[in-house]
């Protein structure tokens, strides 16, 4: 990346923390019915209803990986909201909110169970199969934005994924940035060291971050302030 394009991303970046940005929900009921599937399914621990939410056609995770998951605690989900749809031909991406109520087993024996509340942004990636919504991709919005900027060509790219979801720049996308950073300074390829290590620095800065926050990715990027 050339130090023109390189300025002009962070530039882009701290722009984008302070613009104004609305909601865009969706009106289409079978999107709505898959999404609240997806949760009620985790819920009820419900290992052959979860796989059945998944394309046919891409990996799903394993019944001993779900069964795992179930066994670490047990979920209850509330409060679930469509944020954005972003339709690409077959396929939509769609960013949920939801709160998440745990109860995990104490790992004491007599110690009373860990419970926590908390709300965390998913997108989940559907295709249209047979005239039903099957997923094909699940995750944290902050690790989907981090995974679309690895993969954009061009500085150009990466600068629209971030205009289009301002509001995903902030903490969460710093981590991300830095576990691929991470795995950049592994051998991973692509221009990670330069890009992931002056944005990350940036978004640091802009969010009040603190250094704390961009050491990170200063230690697997070699960046330097």
């Known amino acids: 990346m050339t130090s023109a394009a390189l300025l002009s991303f962070i530039f882009s ?52 990986q779900l069964k795992y998951v179930f066994e670490s605690g047990d979920d209850t989900f509330s409060d679930i909201t469509v944020v954005r749809a972003f339709p690409a031909g077959d396929r939509v991406r769609v960013r949920v909110s ?33 005239d039903e919504w099957k997923l094909v991709r699940e995750g944290s919005a902050a690790d989907d934005l981090a995974d679309r900027i690895a993969e954009a060509p061009t500085p150009e790219a990466r600068e629209e994924l971030l ?14 940035l830095s576990r691929r950073a991470g795995q950049a300074a592994c051998g991973a390829p692509g221009p990670w060291r330069e890009y992931a290590g002056a944005a990350g620095a940036m978004l640091c800065r802009a969010c009040d971050s603190g250094p704390a926050s961009a050491r990170p990715l200063r230690a697997a990027t070699g960046w330097r302030s």
Do not use: C
């Open 13 to 64: 970046l701290a722009v984008l923390l302070t613009a104004p940005y609305g909601r865009q929900g969706t009106d289409d009921p079978r999107l709505r019915a898959a999404v609240e599937r997806f949760f009620a399914m985790q819920q009820a621990e419900d290992v052959a209803g979860y796989l059945s939410l998944w394309s046919t056609k891409v990996e799903r995770p394993t019944a001993a």
């Open 98 to 130: 939801a709160t998440r109520d745990r109860v995990t087993p104490a790992r004491i024996p007599g110690r009373p169970p860990f419970t926590s509340h908390s709300t965390t942004t998913w997108v989940l990636v559907y295709v249209s199969e047979d």
């Open 163 to 176: 205009t289009a979801e301002p509001e995903l720049v902030n903490d969460a996308l710093i981590m991300a």
